[in-house]
């Protein structure tokens, strides 16, 4: 087996990853990062010098291939399957890209900027900061409603790489800032994110993890409890 993921289960850019390698049945080995174990983590900065996860090795080459999106780009362009996650054409790819984008900065980085400083120690949170995430968050959910109308995908009638980014942004974002009952087009969509078979492998395997998960009192119930 040529692939190896490095990564924690319950961290959500590499479920983003996970979901594309599942979405192709793409064989490799998943390797747990535990930064709380100082030869894990010294492995990991040695891997790769910022310490994020997740990180792909292909031993075809030695090569390092880090940053979720250039993954995905990578696997398809390497270990291809059934379901391309970024189109041939140059318009379409421009679109994915953006979504993909703006899935990982204005969706997941509020959501971890607000579960972040749940867990800082007592005096050093940073409320304006988690303000500001939550106004981004509004005006993402806002953005995201008015695209869902072109098609049940975030860029049309097809399941992408932009969706892979969405999953788990929206999952968690969604727990720490919930959109409201006026978002009803973004609540559909990620039904049917959840529905998915590769969304639910990857959520079955970081089950045992999310009592972890700081905002666990506010998940829905069935994701704490093992699931089939």
């Known amino acids: 087996m040529s692939l190896t993921l490095y990564l924690h289960p319950l961290a959500s850019f590499c479920h983003k990853v996970l979901i594309a390698l599942y979405e192709n049945d793409i064989a490799f080995e998943a390797s747990l990062v535990d930064f709380s174990n100082p030869g894990s983590a010294a492995a990991h900065i040695e891997r790769w010098p910022v310490g994020k996860i997740p990180v792909l090795h292909d031993s075809v080459g030695n090569r390092v291939v880090a940053e979720t999106s250039i993954m995905i780009e990578y696997l398809q362009r390497h270990y291809p ?26 969706v ?58 969405a999953l788990p942004a929206l999952f968690f974002a969604t727990i720490v800032h919930p959109p409201g009952d006026e978002r009803p087009m973004l609540r559909d969509y990620l039904e049917r994110l959840l529905a998915r078979p590769s969304v639910r492998r990857v959520f079955s395997e970081a089950q045992p993890y999310f009592k972890f998960f700081p905002y666990r009192e506010a998940m829905p119930a069935h994701f704490l409890e093992p699931m089939s």
């Open 81 to 106: 399957g059934p379901v391309p996650l970024i189109p041939d054409d140059a318009g379409p790819q421009l679109d994915v890209r953006l979504w993909d984008r703006f899935f990982d900065l204005y």
């Open 108 to 165: 997941s980085v509020p959501m971890q900027k607000i579960v972040g400083d749940r867990i800082r120690p007592e005096g050093a949170t940073d409320p304006f900061g988690v303000a500001e995430a939550r106004a981004t968050l509004d005006t993402a959910y806002r953005m995201i409603e008015g695209q869902l109308y072109n098609g049940p995908w975030i860029t049309g009638d097809t399941f992408t790489m932009a969706d892979c980014s």
